[in-house]
Each structure stands twice: as structure tokens, then as C-alpha cells.
């Protein structure tokens, strides 16, 4: 049974149309990541399903309700907001209070569940500051204490972690995993950083513009991206696209470049047969390239090195190849050894590449 | 903290032994500016403090003493006789009462006409500017346009309207003017206030409670500390000094102050009695003046707490 669906949602903000027919529908104990570059409505849908705004047209369902036109506080959320929203003049403990004021909740449950949602969260210690007295970590910390102790069956996230510094990011993110895991609650949770989603989801929703681009789990968004959008938006460094006209013979398929580079695709698990001389766009991830080939291959071919940069445990190397640079994950160890100039030999591992139709920008 | 003062003091040791500085810079020449800008302090000071000497040292005199005119020469003998006459007996028009009739018809304005237009103003602006209120653009509007209507213009049809709900001449009367003309004006301040209250602090207690009344009374009551406090001091500033609608609504029982000052200032026969005059004038000034330095003192604190801020 689905936990929360969305159902022919369309918001406009006076002329201009947000979200157009927007389906999407998550089970229990989902963890949905909204994903999408800034503006694409993210907040919108999150606010939507809150409340805090109204449909425009469609029906949102949570459970077996219909709480298209439910006041907030009855739909049964607790939302999480990125700049925390915490009651400046309250202390924790009374933010943590006013966040059961709706439920008429006798005294002892109420302090009950402080006390534990407090210990869940260590902020024990800090129950009498105020928020002024925070540091941003303990402050984000307070507020999903004051959706938790609400006891309810969804939490919404807005990008609650984008105001923290990238070491207090990585903890936070594992904390909310883990109560995702401890408290089998459904969670939508908005972002723009592809690696909290990757992280973090158990589905992912990619969206531009106001529409779903593709809604799977992170493997299926990120091994078989549905069309140009996702395939470029998720990957760091991104996914190499390049115009390729196919060639079929004799039982072969391979996608030829411009500059007669053959890339075998004869595995590739196509909709609908290919047909000699379409147009495609190749999307080959930096990582499947190797240097050094140690198993089948679907291309391979030399490229000059045009620069190397090394990020913590990993390294890029960029090459040329068709005027354009090529983005390659290489070993730290052998991206030292590359000079700017230099022609190397790369191979691209066979059975890995995308292709996407160059007029549409579907997968095939 | 006392480490701080330590090494300042330290620090400051150290300067002072350093006997020649190293790059000394020129002193500043006096300008013609500077003088220009000094000789008017001096004389806007002059001005306030010359009338406020006299004041004072007047008050303190025996009527003896003023008829010999040295007007700017201390009291011979400190007394405190002006200030109770013009408290307890002096007379304006028929009654001897004193200034203390003004003084307590003046409180019973202030306390009503305060709770009624800063409590309906708080909430309204609450609302405009944090919910979702119908038609709120346009009434902002007028609200604009009612704050900047001169109130001669509308002060006979509010005698009229006064008199026909029979509260004409009372003290509920001019408490209820004072708390309708400020509302306007004090809406729009609160509003203003309010915008800046983050959307999300909002959209948070919605969610928590989504009572209008829990809302405000326990989030953003509290956090309205410095504006309530600029608020009173312009109210009470503005309903005590006022002549105009005490004049035209008080009739004759419900005289706020000021009135009962000018009565016991122009009406006086005889010798001009210029010692209880001042003092009467001194005590007609002194609730604001305590207010300032009470809730000064607050204004000050609530600005640098930050109530706002998270
Ligand atoms: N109150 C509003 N009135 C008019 N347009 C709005 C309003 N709120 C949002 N929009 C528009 O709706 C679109 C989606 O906004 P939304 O806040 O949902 O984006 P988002 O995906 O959350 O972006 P971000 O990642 O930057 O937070 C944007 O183009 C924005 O300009
Ligand atoms: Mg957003």
C-alpha cells in the first residue's frame, strides 16, 4: 500500500506553472529523496504535501486519506526546515514541547517522549539553552528532535543539512540514515546534493522544471539514467556525452564517433532494434574507463592528457578527445605519472556505456 | 572576561612606557567647520538648558524672592511649598483641587486607551503579516491612508459620534479616541515588525499547532520585546503630551493633565504665581521623563538581545 501519493498535482503560482501534472507515490518506510537542480520545484512539492501550500489541481493522499485539504497539523508530518526554524525564545526543551502543542497529549507522555527523543539525539545537556546558544549541528539536531517526538509515520526534510560545514554534513547524513533504519519511518527528504541522495534514499525522484525526470533506486538512476537530464545531473565528475551515429553489421552494433572511434555496443540491451545510421549520444562514466585493460573491452583508443587533478582518495584525468574534454577516474598513483601533452591509451570496459537517442534524449 | 581587562590593561602599560610614538600624526586644526558645527550645539544647548535652569530654581523659590527678579540667582531658601500647592490646591477655573485631579484623569486615559490600541493593533498586524488574510493588501492601504488624516478633519464628526454613544465627556471617552486614532499607525508598525519574522519560524508553528491564538501568545509575543517597548514609549509620550483631544473630549470632568495645567496657568487672578506655574509644569513632565529612563534602559537591552535573531 502506498504511504504517500501524489496524484495529477499541478501548482501555478499566478501565471507561472510550478508543477504540471505531477504523479508520484512512495511506499512505507520509503526514504524518497527529491533531487533536482535549484528551482525546479523541489520546496514546492515538500510544501504541497505539508500543507503549507495549496493544490492548484490534484489530490494527495497520505495512508488512506485524502489530506488534499487538511489543515497542516492534522496530516499527521513532522517537517524539518533548512534554516531550522527553531523558537528563538524558547528553550530546547519548550521548542520540543510546542512541537506536541497540537496532540492533547497528557503531560507525562509529553515529557516522555522529550526524554527520549532528547537521548536519541544526545542533546540531553542542552534541553535548558536556548537556540541562540547553539552551534548549527546541536541546532539541527534540536529540530529533528521536534519532529520526532510527534511520533508520526512521514517526516519531510528540507535540505536540512545545506547550512553545515561538509564533516558536520557527512555525520548528519549518517545520523538520519540511522534513524531511518531504527525508526522504519517513511521520509521525504529534498536536496540538491546528489550525494545525500546516493546516500541516503532508498528511491530517488530526479526533477527539472517541474517535472519527474526518472523515479528509482539510486542504482537504477545511476546505472541507467532515463534520458540526458539525469545522466548528466548525477555523477561527479559528470557523465561524458558525445554525438555517435550507430552502425549495425552483420549481428556487430557499435556507435562510431566523429573521429571514427568505434564503440562496441553489441550487448547493449536495446527497446527497440537499432537501425544503422541513427543518431545517438554515447554516455560513458568516467569510471569505466581503464588505462590498462585487463578484460573484454568495448573501444579503446588514444587521447592527449590535458590536465590531472587529484580530489582525497580518488583522481580525474582529463583528456581530449573531439575538440571536447573527456573526464576519466583514474588511480591517484598513475594520475601523477600523467603530463599535459602526453598521448595515453584508454579502453572503456564493455557492457557500460548508455546511449540515448539524440533527438528525444530518451534512453534506448 | 577578566583575562580580557588584564591583558588591555597590560597592553595599555605598554604604550605608555613607550614614551616617543613611532609614526606621530599631525594634529588636526581646528576648522571653520568644526567651529560652525560647535557654536550651534552650543546654542540649541543654551536654549534647552537656560529655560530648564530657570524652571527648576523658580520652582523651588518663595514668592518673595521672585518679586526681587533675579531671575537667574539660586533660591535663597529651598521649599518644596510651590509643588504642593500646584499638586493639592491650586485652582483652575471653579476648583481648587490642584494639579493631582489632571494627574489621575491622565493615568485613567493612558492605562485604557494603551491596552485598547496596542492590543488590537499587535494582533491585527500579527495577522496581516503573518497569515493569510483576505483583501490584506488592500487594507493595508487604507490603513496607510487613515494614519495620515489630520485629525481636525475628523474631529467633529467624532464628538457627534462620541456623544451619541453617550461616552462624550468621560474618561472612556478620549481613552477610546486616543486608542482609535493611534491603531492605524501602530498596525502598521507591528505589521512591518512581523514581515521580518522568518517564513519558516512560521510555517513551523503551523505545522506544530496551527492555532492562531497558541501561535502568537507563545512564539511571536515573546519575540516582540523591543517593538512593544518602542510602541509604548511612543504611546505614552504621545497620549500623555496631548492637549487637542483631551480639550475636545474630556468636557469637564475627564481634563487630562495638560488641560488642568493650562486652566491653572492662564485662569489665575492676581499676581502671577510663577513658582507654582513652574512647578506645575515640572510635574506635568515628569511621567514621560520616568518612562524614558525606565523603559529606556529596556529599549536599549532588547535591542542588543536580538529578539529576533535565532
Ligand atoms: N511564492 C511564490 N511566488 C511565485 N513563484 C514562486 C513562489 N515560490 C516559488 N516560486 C517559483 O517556483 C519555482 C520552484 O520553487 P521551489 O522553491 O519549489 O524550488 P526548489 O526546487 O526548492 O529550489 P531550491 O533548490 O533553490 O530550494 C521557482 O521557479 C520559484 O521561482
Ligand atoms: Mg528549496
Redesign the pocket.
Known sequence: MPRVSFEHITKT??L?K?LDDLNLSIDDGDFLV?L????????????LLAGLLDVTDGRIMIGERDVTDLDPKDRGLAMVF?SYALYPTKTVHGNLRFGLSASKLPREEIEKRIAWAAKLLQIEPLLNRKPGQLSGGQRQRVAIGRALVKNVSVFLF??PLSNLDAKLRTEMRLEIKKLHDQLKSTIVY?T?DQIEAMTMATKIAV?NG?VIQQFGTPDEIYERPANLFVAGFIGSPAMNLRKAKLSVAAGKVEAVFASGVRLDVSDYPFASPPRDGDEVIAGLRPEHFVLTATGPVAASFTVPVQYAERTGPDASAYFKFEDELLALRVEPGAAAKLTPGQSIAVSYLKGKANLFDARTGQRM | MTDLTATQKALGAEVAVRSAPYFPRKKKAITGRSIAVLAFLAICALFFCIPLYVVITTSFKTMDQIREGAMFALPNVWTLEAWDHAWNTACSGTRCEGLKVGFWNSVSILIPSLALSIGLSIVTGYALALWNVKWAGPFLFVLFICAFVPFQIIMFPLISMTATLKVYGSIWGVAIIHAVLAMPVLTLIFRNYYKDIPQEIMSAAIMDSGSFWKIFFEIILPMSGNILIVVLILQITSIWNDYLIGVTFGGLGAQPMTVNLANLITISTGTVRYNDNMAAALLTAIPPLVIYFFVGKLFVQGITAGAIKG
Open positions: 503560482y499566478g507561472l510550478v527529491l533536482g537542480p535549484s528551482g525546479c520545484g523541489k520546496t514546492t512539492l515538500l510544501n533548512q528540507d535540505e529534498v540538491h526533477m517541474g
